[in-house]
């Protein structure tokens, strides 16, 4: 589990994913641009909002964490925020959706097992993700965001 949550780790594993789109899609580079700037400033919001909060991460007598972490600092989840934001952003450029669904909650979950969250934790990170990620998807082109406000429009 811990190898697992490794991939979420500064949204790595996202980041390298929207890369490797940008690269081997020259047409959409523009969008592929937008989804992983939008994963990284979802990084960087989670990361103010850390440092503004300061909530400690749980503690346990005698159960330490099984993992080790970039902070003492816990909420909200960066783990979880990048990962609903890469999910947003990310499949309507063609990602297949149950793929990334299943990779952002096992992502979210590796963290409670872990012992480095609280469930809040992962509903707030959830909550930022999700507002970066909707913000964004409506600038992408041909995006099924796009053609849903269109066919309400007409």
């Known amino acids: 589990m811990a190898h697992l949550s490794r991939l979420g780790e ?8 929207g890369a490797a789109g940008w690269s081997l ?8 641009g937008i989804a992983t700037g939008g994963v990284a400033a ?3 919001l989670n990361t103010a909002i850390k440092l503004a ?4 991460r749980p503690t346990l007598p005698g159960l330490p964490a099984l993992t080790s972490t970039p902070t003492a600092l816990s909420f909200p ?3 979880t925020s990048t990962s609903v934001a890469a999910t947003l952003l990310y499949e309507p450029l063609g990602v297949p959706l149950a793929p990334l669904l299943g990779l952002t909650a096992a992502l979210a979950y590796s963290r409670i097992y872990l012992g480095v969250h609280f469930p809040s934790d992962l509903l707030g990170g959830a909550a930022l993700g999700g507002a970066v990620g909707l913000a ?8 099924r965001v796009d053609a849903t406000v269109a066919e309400r429009a007409s």
């Open 77 to 79: 989840s960066a783990h």
């Open 10 to 17: 500064h949204a790595g594993f996202w980041l390298a994913l």
């Open 42 to 44: 979802t990084y960087v």
């Open 25 to 32: 899609e020259p047409s959409r580079r523009r969008d592929w």
């Open 53 to 56: 909060v300061r909530r400690r």
């Open 136 to 143: 964004l998807r409506r600038s992408l082109s041909g995006s």
